[in-house]
């Protein structure tokens, strides 16, 4: 290397996933993590934006398992279980988790240093609105089939190739970050829309 400057086309606002994940190339996902106050921030913006993609794309939130916390993989726990018993309510349950894991703020509430089974129990039932015996019956249902599901959210990290929460990755192929557009969250949705168009009009094999 003789430190030349390099091209100004050299620099490209993703990073690659590889290898590329197949089956998703019609899919959107928002990966965040409940302890990532930038995560919290921008969370509900993109949300937003996700439910504006066109058909056949489909956005999908997917909380990643950042660490071997007890807090993180029980508040996964619980928005797996919400995912099943009320979907359509489950910004309030991360709203919820968001604020007991990262406390606020704005009201002066501390963070919970350790969430148990309670805390998600609670925040399940009033975010669902559920009844104790509804959530019982999903649970001896679903139970073993929601403990399934929580090693793909602890491998998000390497099979996205993730350097960075909250990401986004589109079609399986690329993940996009908010330092990709300087931190600015009008920047970044702008340039989730033109990412998202450019694989509409070519595939995601344009990227």
Known sequence: MNGAPQPADSFKPYDLITPKIKG???????LFSYDCPYCRS??????????????????????????????????VYGRLIMQG????????YDYTMYTLIQGDPDTGQPALPKLANEDIIRTVLQSSGASGKDLQAFMNAQAKGIEKRL????SVIQRYGLKATPSVAIGGKIVVTPDHASSNAQQYLL??????????QGGIDAL
């Open 151 to 154: 090693p793909a959210h602890a």
């Open 85 to 92: 018993l009320a979907p359509s309510k489950i910004h309030l």
């Open 24 to 30: 998703e190339e019609k899919v959107v996902r928002l």
């Open 191 to 200: 340039l989730l829309n033109a990412m998202v168009s450019r694989a509409i």
């Open 42 to 75: 921008y969370h509900n913006g993109l949300v937003q934006w996700g439910k504006s993609l066109p058909t056949p794309y489909r956005f999908d939130a997917t909380p990643v398992i950042t660490s071997n916390s007890d807090n993180i993989l029980l508040a």
